[in-house]
């Protein structure tokens, strides 16, 4: 199976960090799909290689800027792509996505809900982590147009 994920840049929270290490740990993807973004994406990155020390980690980094960030532990680093194709390749390339947002409740804008948006318009299985630590399907996130 293969991962994706799209997070805050403001990093997990200590309850997401305890779920997604025990989510991660049941899903055992065999590569992971990651943004190149400080907080989530890297941080993330190194709990799959820390779970799964053969897992293939992909960085799909954006534009320079503040927040792209080097997590250390990439087998594979693509082109520069703006933020939003960079979002959408992660989506493509993986069959499931994880998303941890800063949030409590889906937004109209960001990187992490365009994702998020962008994988169940493609249908695939998506499970959110909120801050709280609870794990949801994202069929079950309630959003507001």
Known sequence: MILGISGTRHGVTL??????????????????????????????????RKLMPD????????????????S??????????THFARNR???????????IPREYTWQARGGT??????????GRPTTVIWPNGEVVDGKDVEVNR
Not at 28 to 44: I, L, Y
Not at 113 to 122: E, N, P, Y
Request: hydrophobic content about 45%.
């Open 113 to 122: 809900w365009f994702t998020f948006d962008f994988a169940m318009k493609c």
């Open 72 to 81: 250390g532990v990439d087998d594979i680093t693509l082109a520069v792509m």
């Open 15 to 48: 309850a997401q960090e305890r779920a997604a290490y025990g989510w991660i740990g049941t899903k055992r993807p065999t590569a992971f799909n990651h943004g190149s973004c400080a907080g989530v994406d890297v941080q993330v990155a190194c709990i799959v």
């Open 89 to 99: 390749g992660i989506v493509n390339a993986s069959d499931e996505m994880l998303i």
């Open 55 to 70: 897992c293939r980690i992909v960085a799909h980094p954006g534009p320079d800027g503040i927040w792209r960030c080097e």
